[in-house]
């Protein structure tokens, strides 16, 4: 007798896996990136100019992060340097 299939099982191949990865990689990004504009902007109350300074060196750092020309463990090390701590939840 056959073994039985699950008609709702749905193969990914190694790229699909990878491609979903980055997928959620850029959305948790742009997310957050978006939570720090809110606070700078409506807590803060930080001039638009200078919250559009501030994306824009985000976005310059998560595109050399990205290239690998910096690393996680700097950004780490920058950061208790200057005794800054993030934590999420």
């Known amino acids: 007798m056959a073994k039985k299939v699950n008609p709702k099982r749905v193969l990914a191949s190694g790229a699909d896996v990878k491609k979903a990865l980055h997928e959620g990689i850029d959305v948790g990004c742009n997310q957050a990136v978006k939570m ?12 638009l100019e200078d919250v559009q300074k501030v994306a824009d060196e985000l976005s310059w750092l998560a595109s050399r992060i990205a290239e690998g020309r910096i690393s996680w463990s700097f950004v780490d090390t920058v950061l208790k340097e200057n005794h800054l701590e993030v934590r999420i939840r």
């Open 36 to 47: 720090i504009m809110y606070i700078l902007l409506d807590k803060h109350g930080m001039p």
